[in-house]
Each structure stands twice: as structure tokens, then as C-alpha cells.
């Protein structure tokens, strides 16, 4: 069969590796895809924003399947739009409706609290309620969280210590730091513990877990600095122990699934719940509509199912039938970005050293091909993911190739795993 899957970065080649092993399928279509991407299938131009240009392309290249990758395309109702045009393709990822999940805050908040599911203490408020919530900050234990309502690429949420701080960042999101994203604000208590991240695939009725993982969100070693998209991941995660996951998939999966279908959310597709345990109680942090980046780059390796069965059991509501099989190494990916990032960077930047990694798999995302080399093309540029025995011996396997692979500005943290060994 010939499956075209949406979207860019590194979650995506790591998604189009796994399906790229599967015996069912004829051609793999990336689009718009990046350098690494173009080494297993075949890289479509491709503007994600433009629907009728996907449907086309659906046509076109007689795609049978199709797996949507990054959560904008989905908040913003490609499934909608594919599924009336196309009744009987077959389509990963869930409709606006669930899309919603990911694309407010408020939403989400909103769903856990109506459905059970554990969750920070939290209030919302509109550009029109911003002296309210102001006030509201006033009296707020600190730290404080304040959270973007809309999409705004891992980045919307800010920890504020000090309440003048919580102040200015609340006023400064309202008034557009985030754009559009930071129409409503969420406040919401601080949760003190440690994170993790699970992946359940959804047909709307049944799930299947994937490995858990635990990714690193912040610039600096020992998770200082700003948030980012994600500077590296870990699977599986030594914390989450049968017990811990007993009650994750009774309070929240369970709950989440029911929640999906009691409230007519239309949802074939991947769950990202993003966890913390506090005083040994999984709490969510929040919900993604897709799988994560740089988590998905030490999943997938682990996955030992047929991606694209899982894909088609998904869209066909047999997932029932499924059994998720699970390669029990230790996998640990670093990310690789460029000088400046999160902030403002510079593209084009000659790679070198990335051939030949005999532990593992490079994984790229801000990457493109510019006169026959490979160069920078994002501020995550590409994760080094390798397999081991442990933790250590998979970061050190990681860091060592790390250390070979050059570009102007790169940066790595070296100490993805700190707090779990």
C-alpha cells in the first residue's frame, strides 16, 4: 500500500523509519519531510496549511493510508476536511473535535474535570478579564503556572516564582507574546515531582499503550533555561514500575478513552498524556493529539508491532485485536540544535560526521538537502538515538556520536538521564 505522512521533523522520520520496516507497504511518501526522511521514502513539497493541496496529493500518488504527524494540521480540521472528501481513506489522527485536546487548555482542563481525571487546580481568563486576573495572581501561591490557551509550539507555558514576574508574563501573553495562542491564559497551581510521558493509539473505543518515555524540555544541563520543543527522551523510564502504570491506565487512560467517546469526540489516533508524579499519584500535566518530539525517537525504536498494522487497525476500530510487543533495551536520544535556539538561529550550516552509527539510528528534523550536502534547516536540527543495556550506557553511546557530528553552533545537553540513574 502507499501511505503519505504529513509533517517535518524529527517524530516524523522517526515514524516513517518504523513504517519503512513494515512488509505491506508498496511506496512511503513524506511530505513536506526533511533530509533523513528523503533516505527512506520519497520527500513531497508540500504546504501543510493548504488542505486542498493535501487532497490533491492524495490523489495524485494513490495513497491508501495516511498518518498526520504535528498537531496543527489536526486542531485545525485536516481530518475533517480529508475524511469528507475521501470517505473511505484511511486516516491516523483524530478530528478537530478531539484535535481540541491539544488545542486549548482550556478545553482540556475543562474535559479532565468533567470526566475525574487528575489534574492541577486551575482558572482561565480572556484578554477582557485581564484585571481579574491579575487580582487572581495577587493571592496565587508561587511558583505559578501560566499557560497559553492555543498551540504555540512547546513553548507557551511559563513558571513564574515571583508574583511581579507572573504579572508582566500574564499581561505580556494576553497582549500577544504568544499570538493568538495566548487569547486565553490558564493560571494553574504548581505541581512539585518528576515527568513522564505516556502514548496510547485510540480507534475512539479501544487503546494499546506504547513504551512510556520521559523527554527533557529545558536548554541547560541539570533542566535550567528556557523550554524548548524538547532536547532529548528516554524509554523506558526506571520510575514507572507496574504499580505506577496500573494507576495511570485506571485513573486517566480509562477515563480519557470513555471521556473521548461519552463526549461524541471523533479520535482515531495517537494520545500523548503528558504526566507527573507527585507523592507517587500520576497527575496530567496535559494532552497532546499526536505523538511527541523528541520522545517518538525512543519509542519507536522499542516498537517491535508493524506500525502500519497498528495504523490500519486504528482507523478500522480493530485494535482490539492487537498485542503490542515491546523490545525491553534501553533507548536514549539526544538532540542536537542550533546556536541560539530556543532563541532566534542561523540555517544553512554544513552537517558532517553523521554516517555510520553503528549503535543506534540518527534521527534528523531541521534538516535539508542544499547543493548535494546536508545542512541545517531548524533549531532542533536532529536527535543521536542509540540503544543499550542502561540508561548510562545508551546516553554514553549517544554522547559519543554526538561528538562526531559537527555543525557551526551545535549544542547538545550531555546529561539527558541526570535524574534517573
Not at 533523513?36 to 493510508?65: H, R, W, Y
Not at 487528575?118 to 480572556?126: L, M, S, V
Not at 500523548?272 to 505523538?291: A, D, S, T
Amino acid at each position: 500500500m502507499n501511505v503519505l505522512l504529513l509533517g517535518s521533523g524529527g517524530r516524523e522520520h522517526a515514524l516513517a523509519w518504523k513504517m519503512a520496516q513494515s512488509n505491506k507497504l508498496s511506496q512511503l511518501f513524506i511530505a513536506p519531510g526533511n533530509a533523513g526522511t528523503s533516505q527512506i521514502g520519497t520527500n513531497v513539497p508540500l504546504d501543510m496549511a493548504d488542505f486542498k493541496q493535501i487532497s490533491e496529493l492524495i490523489v495524485d500518488l494513490k495513497c491508501d493510508l495516511v498518518v498526520v504527524g504535528p498537531e496543527g494540521p489536526l486542531v485545525d480540521g485536516l481530518v475533517d476536511f480529508l475524511t469528507e472528501t475521501f470517505p473511505s481513506l484511511a486516516i491516523v489522527g483524530p478530528k478537530a473535535s478531539g484535535a481540541q485536546l491539544e488545542g486549548s487548555k482550556a478545553f482540556s482542563k475543562a474535559f479532565m474535570q468533567r470526566h475525574g481525571i487528575p489534574t492541577a487546580k486551575y482558572r482561565q481568563f480572556t484578554r477582557d478579564q485581564m484585571n481579574d486576573g491579575l487580582r487572581y495572581l495577587e493571592t496565587h501561591p508561587l511558583p505559578v503556572v501560566l499557560k497559553a490557551d492555543g498551540l504555540a509550539a512547546g513553548k507557551g507555558v511559563i513558571i513564574c516564582s515571583d508574583t511581579s514576574e507572573a504579572k508582566k508574563e500574564f499581561e505580556d501573553m494576553l497582549l500577544g507574546k504568544f499570538g493568538a495562542a495566548g487569547d486565553t491564559v490558564v493560571i494553574e497551581e504548581f505541581l512539585d515531582g518528576i515527568e513522564f510521558s505516556v502514548f496510547v493509539l485510540t480507534d475512539g473505543k479501544d487503546y494499546k499503550i506504547l513504551p512510556v518515555a520521559k523527554d527533557y524540555k529545558r536548554i541547560g544541563e541539570g533542566d535550567q533555561g528556557l523550554n524548548t520543543g524538547g532536547m532529548g527522551s528516554i524509554s523506558p523510564v526506571p520510575f514507572v514500575n507496574e504499580d505506577l502504570m496500573n494507576i495511570v491506565e485506571n485513573e486517566i487512560i480509562i477515563p480519557t478513552i470513555a471521556g473521548i467517546a461519552e463526549d461524541g469526540l471523533e479520535y482515531k489516533g495517537f494520545v500523548f498524556f503528558g504526566l507527573i508524579q507527585v507523592g507517587g499519584k500520576p497527575i496530567v500535566i496535559e494532552y497532546n493529539c499526536r505523538m511527541g518530539d523528541p520522545e517518538t525517537q525512543s519509542v519507536m525504536p522499542r516498537l517491535k508491532n508493524d506500525l502500519i498494522d497498528l495504523c490500519l487497525a486504528t482507523t478500522k476500530g480493530h485494535l482490539a485485536d492487537q498485542k503490542i510487543q515491546i523490545d525491553p533495551s534501553t533507548v536514549a536520544s539526544i538532540v542536537m540544535v542550533a546556536g541560539g535556539y530556543p532563541g532566534s538561529y542561523e540555517k544553512g550550516k554544513a552537517i558532517t560526521g553523521i554516517e555510520g552509527h553503528e549503535q543506534g539510528i540518527i534521527f534528523h528534523a531541521g534538516t535539508k538537502i542544499s547543493g548535494g550536502s546536508i545542512v541545517t534547516d531548524g533549531g532542533r536540527v536532529l536527535a543521536v538515538t542509540s540503544f543499550g543495556d542502561t540508561i548510562e550506557q545508551a546516553v554514553n553511546y549517544s554522547r559519543q556520536k554526538a561528538a562526531e557530528i559537527h555543525f557551526e553552533g551545535a549544542y547538545y545537553r550531555r546529561d539527558i538521564g541526570f535524574d534517573l540513574t
